[in-house]
């Protein structure tokens, strides 16, 4: 089915541990987008990308690495995860100018 | 940078009334489309209305309608009729060139 997903939905790791949240979308969108939701902060831009190969930096980038080699694909990953990442992660994708973005379920991720 | 207010953190609304929930952005981008979308206690992110920059009528979704006054650099979303399953969060969001920025939200709770 045409949409977008994100797997997996629930996540329990350790401090310290890497982390890799994926997201897959079939609607061949240009733009991608990974947030974070905390309570009190709404949703946080952490990367986005414009393109295959192509990311930059949002509000709050640090600890967290993107790649994108695949239009479809564009998996978030924590190299070391801290407490303070628990959070709710959606990833959104979009088409370009400033046309809606479609959000995925959404992961949710706690750090021990 | 883009910059988005909520300044409600939480809104009470009589069943069947209209309630108006704000939003201010702050952009230096010539072209940008304003958002909101709907979060239930169930998690999804649920687009509701869309509004561009060089939108010149207020665009409305059955019973949403954007109040937008660029000038001002306003952007509330006006719900008539409420009703029950209305209560949630709601975001108000702007995309500029690249990336989409969120607000805080505001909880809006519809009474019986």
């Known amino acids: 089915d045409a949409g977008i997903t994100q797997s997996p939905r629930y996540k329990i790791t350790e401090t310290g541990r890497q982390v890799t949240l994926m997201c897959h979308q079939t609607?061949?969108?240009?733009?991608m987008f990974w947030y974070r939701q905390d309570l009190g902060h709404g949703l946080r831009l952490i990367y986005y990308?414009?393109?295959?190969?192509?990311?930059d930096k949002g509000e709050v980038p640090d600890g967290y690495v993107v790649s994108r080699s695949k239009t479809e694909n564009f998996p978030l990953t924590l190299e070391s995860a801290t407490r303070s990442q628990t959070s709710v992660y959606f990833c959104a994708s979009g088409g370009p100018n400033t046309g809606e973005l479609f959000f995925g379920e959404g992961s949710r991720l706690t750090v021990l | 940078a883009q910059k988005i207010t909520q300044t409600q953190p939480g809104m009470f609304v009589q069943e069947k009334e209209a309630v108006t929930l704000d939003c201010t952005y702050d952009?230096?981008?010539?072209?940008?489309?304003l958002f909101w979308y709907k979060q239930p206690s169930s998690g999804e992110m649920i687009f509701l209305i869309y509004q561009g920059s060089y939108d010149e009528q207020n665009a409305t979704e059955g019973r949403y309608s954007l109040n937008f006054q660029k000038a001002r650099k306003s952007a509330n979303l006006v719900i008539s009729a409420s009703q029950l399953g209305d209560s949630a969060m709601y975001f108000c969001a702007m995309r500029g060139f690249n990336d989409m920025r969120f607000g805080a939200g505001t909880r809006l709770t519809v009474k019986p």
């Open positions: 990308s414009a393109a295959a190969d192509i990311t």
């Open positions: 609607w061949s969108h240009s733009y």
């Open positions: 952009t230096s981008d010539q072209s940008y489309g």
